[in-house]
């Protein structure tokens, strides 16, 4: 089980990770602990699926560039989560199913850009 993973987002970026994690998703926003919460950045609740939930961790990075190859990847009901990020404008990038057979998944872009994949059940 992993706790958490962490991306990156520019100075002022958290309003538009909230955007996607929280209003897209619908993700707990969390309260990052006091001496944190001074660096900025800000924490989601990963709801989980069959287990425990996990966290992701919005950090903010100075000379933030937009991962566009590392990705966090997170189970979820695929077909749903598309709907629901396309009906808020992010895009949907459905993978070959020949990659990993019996594994439907897609990939989207956070508010700032990121990549971040989602894998069927």
């Known amino acids: 089980m992993i706790h ?3 991306v990156a987002c520019p100075v002022g970026g958290e309003n538009l990770e909230r ?13 990052k602990p006091p001496l944190l919460a001074v660096r900025g950045g800000c924490w ?3 709801p989980g699926v069959g287990g425990p939930d996990g966290e992701l961790h ?6 933030f560039r937009p991962a566009v190859k590392a990705h966090p990847a997170f189970v979820a009901d695929v077909d749903a989560t598309a709907v629901a990020l396309q009906s808020a404008g992010y895009p949907v990038e459905w993978a070959d199913p020949e990659q990993i057979p019996g594994r439907r998944r897609f990939h989207t872009r956070d ?5 971040i994949e989602f894998v069927g059940r």
């Open 111 to 115: 508010g700032v850009g990121n990549r």
């Open 58 to 63: 919005v950090g903010i990075d100075d000379d």
């Open 4 to 6: 958490h993973v962490q």
């Open 19 to 31: 955007a996607f994690y929280s209003e897209a998703l619908g993700w707990e926003e969390i309260p």
């Open 44 to 46: 989601f609740r990963v």
